[in-house]
């Protein structure tokens, strides 16, 4: 293998090309320091007074912002929107973009519709599509099962280039143990799908489930390194790593400099770690996610892609419209990515646990 190649593929799991680092964040010191990100190629070396010490600002009219805020349709689906619906309740609401489900769209083409509508409202709402949701069995080891799952994900990634995405979650749906002596076979299929994206413009991402059977910071990164492949690319989630009892630590030997999309998401005190279902967690700040050592470490690690908000909490729609749920959705978002737990409350959070 040449060495250049398995630099760039190596990056999925190490800090790619440069030294190893140490990225412990010292918070207060990193609020501090100004770091770059709110300041343009032609900006002027000297700050403005008003200007973001932290090199990230609730201010969003100071542009650009290092990264985007965008929602997974997840959080609003008890409302059942189509997806042209979705697409419009969330331009208003103001995100960046939007992470739309592979079954929203084929029930929109279902009734007749074509994929340029959706395309066109997506650049009438000025929304980045930055993922697709979509559960392919492209990794069981059924072989008939597993085939029949590789040609749904070539469906699923044209429908996605069409649309002009370039990315798509990949989970190992249907797996429902993972053979830790077997991740070179799964990284195997996985290279399947990347190959078969690869000739669409459209980068698979492995996902961590934190419940599921791949559930571990470690076995997900070994697989994606396995690949040899450089497009290899994951999925993470914030509510995910903490439900596979991760640890948060360990993202600073994964080159999130690549990673287009993290899930965005907080989880209670109460239940447990062992016991939490996808519709415990709740809205960013509300619960102990250690943003404010997080968001930082991110930023510090190369992370400029979209944080993605994803919930699955049907309690907040019940008394609630659409609008007045990503409002809510967006107002704590930009508190908790721009001002980082600044207030102290994440760690005061944290200390019930205590």
Same mark, same amino acid.
């Given at each position: 293998?040449?060495?250049?190649?398995?630099?760039?593929?190596?990056?999925?799991?190490?800090?790619?090309?440069?030294?190893?680092?140490?990225?412990?964040?010292?918070?207060?010191?990193?609020?501090?320091?100004?770091?770059?990100?709110?300041?343009?190629?032609?900006?002027?070396?000297?700050?403005?007074?008003?200007?973001?010490?932290?090199?990230?600002?609730? !201010?969003?009219?100071?542009?650009?912002?290092?990264?985007?805020?965008?929602?997974?349709?997840?959080?609003?689906? *008890?409302?059942?929107?189509?997806?042209?619906?979705?697409?419009?309740?969330?331009?208003?609401?103001?995100?960046?973009?939007?992470?739309?489900?592979?079954?929203?769209? @084929?029930?929109?083409? =279902?009734?007749?519709?074509?994929?340029? +509508?959706?395309?066109?409202?997506?650049?009438?709402?000025?929304?980045?599509?930055?993922?697709?949701?979509?559960?392919? @069995?492209?990794?069981?080891?059924? @072989?008939?099962?597993? $085939?029949?799952?590789?040609?749904?994900?070539?469906?699923?990634?044209?429908?996605?280039?069409? /649309?002009?995405?370039?990315?798509?979650?990949?989970?190992?749906?249907?797996?429902?143990? &993972? =053979?830790?002596?077997?991740?070179?076979?799964?990284?195997?299929?996985? &290279?399947?799908?990347?190959?078969?994206?690869?000739?669409?413009?459209?980068?698979?991402?492995?996902?961590?489930?934190? %419940?599921?059977?791949?559930?571990?910071?470690?076995?997900?990164?070994?697989?994606?390194?396995?690949?040899?492949?450089? !497009?290899?690319?994951?999925?993470?989630?914030?509510?995910?790593?903490?439900?596979?009892?991760?640890?948060?630590?360990? &993202?600073? /030997?994964?080159?999130?400099?690549?990673?287009?999309?993290?899930?965005?998401?907080?989880? *209670?005190?109460?239940?447990?770690? $062992?016991?939490?279902? +996808?519709?415990?967690?709740?809205?960013?700040?509300?619960?102990?996610?250690?943003? +404010?050592?997080?968001?930082?470490?991110?930023?510090?690690?190369?992370?400029?892609?979209?944080? %993605?908000?994803? &919930?699955?909490?049907?309690?907040?729609?019940? =008394?609630?419209?659409?609008?007045?749920?990503?409002?809510?959705?967006?107002?704590?978002?930009?508190?908790?990515?721009?001002?980082?737990?600044?207030?102290?409350?994440?760690?005061?959070?944290?200390?019930?646990?205590?």
């Amino acid at each position: 293998m040449e060495r250049r190649y398995f630099f760039k593929t190596m990056g999925v799991g190490t800090l790619a090309m440069t030294p190893f680092i140490n990225y412990a964040v010292d918070v207060e010191s990193l609020h501090a320091k100004d770091m770059p990100g709110n300041q343009s190629a032609t900006t002027n070396q000297s700050a403005t007074a008003n200007q973001s010490t932290t090199g990230y600002s609730p !201010d969003q009219t100071q542009k650009p912002a290092p990264f985007r805020l965008s929602l997974n349709v997840s959080t609003i689906r *008890p409302y059942k929107l189509s997806v042209d619906r979705q697409i419009e309740a969330c331009g208003k609401a103001g995100f960046d973009g939007i992470e739309l489900w592979m079954s929203d769209i @084929q029930s929109f083409q =279902d009734k007749g519709s074509r994929l340029t +509508d959706l395309t066109a409202r997506l650049n009438d709402n000025r929304l980045r599509l930055e993922n697709i949701i979509g559960f392919a @069995q492209w990794a069981v080891d059924d @072989q008939r099962r597993r $085939e029949a799952g590789l040609e749904q994900m070539k469906r699923e990634m044209e429908i996605t280039a069409t /649309l002009g995405g370039q990315f798509i979650a990949a989970p190992m749906m249907g797996v429902e143990r &993972l =053979d830790s002596s077997r991740l070179d076979d799964y990284a195997q299929r996985f &290279l399947h799908v990347i190959e078969a994206g690869r000739a669409l413009g459209v980068t698979p991402l492995l996902e961590l489930w934190g %419940s599921g059977a791949l559930s571990k910071l470690a076995d997900v990164v070994h697989i994606a390194i396995a690949t040899g492949h450089p !497009d290899a690319n994951l999925l993470l989630d914030f509510y995910h790593l903490y439900r596979g009892g991760n640890s948060f630590e360990s &993202l600073s /030997l994964v080159n999130v400099a690549k990673l287009p999309v993290f899930h965005l998401n907080d989880y *209670p005190v109460d239940p447990p770690r $062992e016991r939490l279902k +996808d519709s415990d967690r709740v809205y960013p700040g509300d619960g102990i996610c250690p943003f +404010d050592i997080l968001i930082p470490m991110l930023y510090q690690g190369g992370f400029r892609g979209a944080f %993605s908000v994803e &919930l699955f909490n049907d309690g907040y729609c019940i =008394d609630h419209t659409v609008e007045q749920v990503l409002a809510l959705t967006l107002e704590k978002t930009r508190k908790v990515v721009f001002d980082n737990g600044r207030d102290g409350k994440s760690a005061e959070r944290r200390n019930r646990r205590k």
